[in-house]
């Protein structure tokens, strides 16, 4: 029977929603979102699957409790589909820690502590290319495997030690950190310490001061890799590097053989063209040389000099002569200049004089009656007018009159 996505999708949300009306599921919460509406979205996780879950805002102000990373907890609700994108979910009722919440709390206030401590900081450098590693992890598991084929693929000079160690269970942690105290022994150039994947119980030990302390205390630079990419342990924060899984580790420590031979290829190639460079650039400055050489041999100097010397007597003659030329437009245009201004002095001085002389002849006292003249007295004694000074006191007297003055301003006539 041919039928649509949607209806498809709607005949699945009928089928587990009438079937899963009621289921109680233990996992451990990843990514716990509070949302503005006050729905809370979470996955809920073991070490094989997860699934998608709500738990509404009605619901959720019921939480005694904030829903954490890590947290393992107890579920119970339904499965609800949502049609338009085919998924489906658990549409949490009720939400209860079980007993995984307390080795999360003591997982959180382990951490607090190491890192007041300081155990998180002073990390040591890794070798770019060690030769010898040693690995702290199970004889029988799979990440000793995995380390040993990415290495051999990688970098196969590298020698790899196993200190064969628990680790899960009752012992582990003293295992663990009994193993790192003797590899750190072995003068290895790094050390690694991990395991594959599993549940937050199965990673525990690596979890455990007992370990955070061996860490924290080996020489040896330690990379820590545990579990899968979303695990993190005590020991990932203590170590000098953390590495999302065993293979992973073996690639941050180890360079990649091709990828260092076509770098080394790359390298040659640029000192190849930089040789080249350099011989190019060096010849150029040779012939550079040669043409100065020749440029200042002892004849060339003599014939430049020469030439500088001619060049030097004809730019000085052709200054004295311009100079010259210069000069005598000037005496000529100053002699005109004083000729033009000596003829106006004199023709003014020409009418100037004319002028006091037709004044004179207009006013000579043999030509003119009496009237209007009065003789100077100064001192009792009679005195010409130009003897007269500014601010005298003297006499003006005629047969009939007699008037005292005094001279307010006096002025000359150049005649």
């Not at 949607?6 to 009438?18: D, F, H, K, T, V």
């Not at 680790?167 to 050390?191: N, R």
């Not at 770098?263 to 190019?280: A, G, R």
């Not at 100097?301 to 210069?326: D, G, P, V």
Request: net charge neutral; glycine share 6%; aromatic share 8%.
């Amino acid at each position: 029977m041919l039928v649509s996505v949607a209806e498809l999708n709607r005949q699945i949300e009928a089928l587990l929603e009438s079937t899963f009306l009621h289921v109680r599921v233990e996992g451990e919460i990843s990514r716990p979102t509070y949302h503005a509406s006050g729905h809370i979205y979470f996955t809920l996780k073991d070490s094989e699957s997860a699934i998608s879950c709500v738990i509404f805002k009605g619901n959720a102000k019921g939480l005694k409790f904030e829903l954490e990373d890590g947290l393992k907890v107890l579920v119970d609700g339904s499965i609800t589909a949502y049609v338009p994108r085919g998924s489906y979910q658990i549409n949490c009722i009720h939400i209860e820690p079980s007993g995984i919440g307390a080795l999360t709390k003591a997982y959180e206030q382990l951490k607090a502590r190491l890192e007041k401590k300081g155990y998180f900081n002073n990390k040591k450098p890794l070798p770019h290319f060690p030769s010898v590693i040693a690995v702290v992890t199970s004889a029988s598991g799979a990440a000793w495997q995995d380390i040993l084929k990415v290495a051999d693929k990688r970098w196969p000079l590298t020698k790899f030690i196993l200190v064969p160690s628990l680790v899960q269970g009752e012992g582990a942690a003293a295992s663990i950190a009994k193993a790192v105290k003797k590899a750190d022994q072995l003068g290895c150039d790094v050390l690694i310490v991990g395991r594959g994947g599993g549940s937050i119980e199965d990673l525990w030990a690596f979890n455990e001061e007992i370990v955070a302390d061996a860490i924290y205390h080996a020489k040896t630079p330690i990379v820590s890799a545990v579990g899968h990419e979303i695990d993190y342990t005590i020991s990932d924060f203590v170590a000098d590097m953390r590495a999302p899984t065993p293979s992973a580790a073996v690639e941050l420590i180890l360079p990649e053989q091709n990828e260092l031979r076509q770098t080394m290829d790359y390298i040659m190639l640029q000192f190849i063209e930089t040789i080249k460079k350099l011989l190019t650039q060096k010849e150029q400055i040779l012939i550079h040389l040669r043409e100065l050489y020749k440029k200042n041999s002892f004849e060339n100097r003599i014939r430049f000099q020469l030439l500088e010397t001619k060049a030097l007597k004809s730019s000085l003659n052709s200054a004295f002569y311009n100079i010259f030329i210069l000069k005598e437009q000037n005496i000529k245009e100053f002699l005109l200049r004083f000729e033009h201004k000596t003829a106006q002095v004199l023709n003014l001085k020409e009418n100037v004089l004319k002028s006091f002389q037709n004044m004179y002849i207009l006013n000579e006292p043999t030509k003119e009656s009496k009237e209007g003249f009065a003789q100077i007295v100064k001192n009792a004694r009679k005195t010409a007018l130009e003897e007269i000074k500014e601010g005298d006191e003297f006499e003006l007297q005629t047969p009939k009159t007699k008037l005292t003055a005094k001279a307010l301003k006096k002025q000359h006539y150049n005649l």
